[in-house]
């Protein structure tokens, strides 16, 4: 998938439509996978991408390192659209 239609589906799990993933909301999108461990994963990639440590993938930065954890540990394949 592309990185514009990683954040598509992403979208769907905004729950609070506020444009931002959270923990929990990111657990859900995980989930809908069916990842084995999504709460265990989510708080993960939350350690790791969540550079402001407000509990939000909330700018460019962050869901980058997003994009990067989910190509690293979960074995997604996600590429920049040409």
């Not at 609070?16 to 989510?42: C, M, P, Q, V, Y």
């Not at 407000?54 to 700018?59: C, T, V």
């Amino acid at each position: 998938m592309t990185v514009d239609e990683f954040k598509a589906w992403l979208g769907r799990f905004d729950n609070d439509h506020n444009g931002h993933i959270s923990r929990e909301e990111l657990k859900e999108a995980l989930h809908s996978l069916r990842i084995w461990f999504g709460w265990w994963r989510a708080r993960q990639v939350m350690k790791e991408a969540d550079s402001n440590s407000n509990g939000q993938i909330d700018n460019a930065k962050e869901f980058e390192k997003l994009v990067n954890y989910a190509q690293k540990n979960l074995h997604m394949k996600i590429y920049e659209s040409n």
